[in-house]
């Protein structure tokens, strides 16, 4: 028991490594210890069954009548009669679910432990339906292992796990934060072919390389044996470091200021008046030099909800358009945004607009470009927050919208946009804006550019969680979108980590915790189209039809297997 306890331990501990700020390489053997346990669990119970033959009955009577026994047993084909055979444990034998629900469960425990600083039910639900997924997609391929070929069932893991992430990038319950291929995202050298496959590539590397450990691990002895799990390790790798080392910074650049107000979101940023907030940020803005393109300020910055039909007569919208008239003429500020669009009756509201019983009107987490002309250009974040921003399937439970998550500012059913906006600077620079949680998901992310964005700007909050390694890992998300898409990123926070990140996934000046201030740099402009911006997740979509094919082929396989046993 206790060794299998530990083999539990050892592969919840490989996996949760790298989020914690490890070297990602252990994921590529963190299957191995449970995939060993799977083994000894099955070997075990192997060891303690005992075959029982005819009547059924006492094994110590079946003993007695071996010769009869065998003679019956001789004769049944030739008779066409079924023998009644079967195989009875002499002792339960542990079941692996207990082990397999442990790993994960602390796997996502220590990792996203840091959600409870802002919810506590928001970590147990995410522990609880991560361990549930990770769970139910290794059972189904222990399920398989046991009953039909190992390469079948090593094909329902790969394809099942990776279908598994797919459905939590995609699902309306979504917190993808522990795809695998995320791992990675400290270990930008090791992944430069992200530009092809995204995470999900990722993913598919780490799977594959667990069962080839295992099987070689089987032979240990053999040294042949590991050629092919070093040849799957190192050729990737090699491959990646070919990239990135290949990949050179674009002639054509910009200049960026991001700003870092450092309002504490629980004390200060909800409760301090806007215009003194305004009187923060304008400070931080003043500090850029007057060539510089863009400004960029955190998700939220304007936060007294502005009706959009009326934008840019608000009075924080009022008082950037003055810093640009008079110190920065050139010059276009992104600032997050609570914002709010009304409707002229119930007929023409969005499926989320919400109403006082006058009017129907929907609130938005939008982001803002302010220019010197008097058009403001909006942006609306599109992938929402559960229990905070939105409703998890709307349209049934939306009179249930009282149970999310009060963080301060505006909560509920949010609306959301159904394009990625990019936007032009007066110089000529397409831009995407992506808020939040939004830069978490890469397919998301490459909207942007296949609209035609060639720098890419990220604002979020981060204060939420506190000190912890969420907002590390956040930021450290941005550095794959950036290799997803080969697009510069210049990212603003509230607090946490606001700075810059090239194509390569380099990460150059930041700010970090707790610290109020302002970094400008030269930013690269990219017109390179990837692989994976182009075709997105292709991945996920072909584990999704490869593990449907898989599992309708092991059940022609369980029945024509049935069928020959009893002929």
């Known amino acids: ?25 252990t994921l590529l053997v963190a299957f191995v210890p449970l995939l060993i346990l799977q083994q000894e669990l099955a070997d075990a119970d192997a060891g303690q069954t005992v075959q029982v033959s005819g009547t059924g009955q006492d094994p110590k009577k079946e003993k007695g009548k071996k010769k009869s026994t065998k003679a019956a047993e001789a004769s049944a084909p030739a008779a066409g009669r079924r023998t009644n055979s079967r195989v009875k444990p002499l002792s339960r034998t542990p079941r692996l679910w207990p ?37 139910t997609a290794f059972m189904i391929y222990h399920a398989v ?36 291929g995320n791992g990675f995202a400290h270990d930008v050298k090791l992944v430069q072919w992200y530009e092809y496959t995204g995470v999900l590539g990722g993913s598919l590397w780490v799977l594959i390389c667990n069962l080839l ?29 070919g990239i990135y080392y290949s990949c050179e910074e674009p002639d054509q650049k910009v200049s960026v200021e991001v700003i870092q107000p450092n309002f504490d979101p629980y004390n200060v940023k909800f409760t301090l008046d806007q215009s003194e907030q305004n009187a923060v940020m304008l400070e931080l803005m003043s500090r850029a030099p007057h060539n510089v393109d863009f400004i960029v ?40 945004a609570t914002t709010a669009q009304r409707y002229p009756d119930y007929e023409h509201a969005s ?30 974040k599109s992938i929402l927050v559960a229990g905070v921003e939105k409703m998890p399937y709307y349209n049934i439970f939306k009179h249930l919208d009282f149970l999310t ?34 830069s978490i998901y890469g397919e998301y992310f490459t909207e942007f550019i296949r609209n035609g964005a060639q720098l890419m700007f990220v604002i979020t909050n981060d204060g939420w969680w506190g000190d912890t390694p969420g907002y590390r890992q956040h930021f450290s998300y941005a550095r794959l979108r950036a290799i997803e898409t080969r697009r510069s990123i210049a ?24 610290v109020r201030g302002a970094l400008t740099s030269q930013v690269g402009l990219h017109d390179r189209m990837t692989f994976y911006t182009r075709y997105g997740d292709v991945i996920g979509r072909i584990s999704w039809y490869v593990f449907a094919l898989g599992l309708l082929y092991f059940m022609a396989y369980r029945v024509r297997k049935r069928s020959h046993l009893n002929d």
């Open 405 to 438: 998550v009060d963080l301060g500012g505006i909560t509920g059913q949010l609306g959301v946009d159904s394009v990625r906006k990019v936007f032009t600077s007066p110089q000529g620079t397409r831009f995407g804006v992506a808020i939040c949680y939004e």
């Open 145 to 180: 292992w046991r009953r039909a070929p190992r390469a079948l069932a090593y094909t329902l893991l790969v394809v099942g796990w990776i279908s598994y992430e797919y459905l939590y990038i995609c699902g309306e319950i979504s917190f993808p934060w522990l795809t695998l």
């Open 351 to 380: 499926a989320t607009a919400r109403t006082d019983g006058k009017i129907w009107y929907d609130f938005y987490n939008s982001a803002l470009a302010i220019d010197s002309s008097s058009n403001v250009r909006i942006h609306h």
């Open 491 to 514: 990212r603003s926070a509230n607090t946490g980590i606001s700075g810059f990140i090239n194509a390569r996934g380099d990460v150059g000046e930041t700010l970090g915790w707790d």
């Open 297 to 336: 300020a955190p998700e939220t910055a304007i936060d007294d909800t502005p009706w959009e039909q009326l934008v840019s007569l608000a009075p924080s919208v009022r008082q950037f358009q003055e810093l640009i008239r008079t110190s920065y003429p050139g010059t276009t500020i992104i600032s997050g």
């Open 99 to 135: 082990y397999l629900t442990l790993t994960f469960a602390l796997w996502w425990g220590a990792t996203t432990w840091w959600v409870g600083e802002a919810a506590v039910i928001g970590a147990v639900l995410a522990v609880v339906f991560g361990t549930a997924l990770n769970l």
């Open 1 to 25: 028991m206790t060794k299998r306890i530990l083999y539990a331990l050892c592969s919840a501990v490989l996996l949760a490594l790298p989020w914690l700020g490890a070297p990602a390489l």
């Open 213 to 241: 450990v295992f099987e070689a691990w089987k032979q240990r002895r053999h040294l042949q044996s590991w050629i092919a799990p070093a040849v799957a390790v190192l050729l990737p790798v090699i491959v990646s470091l």
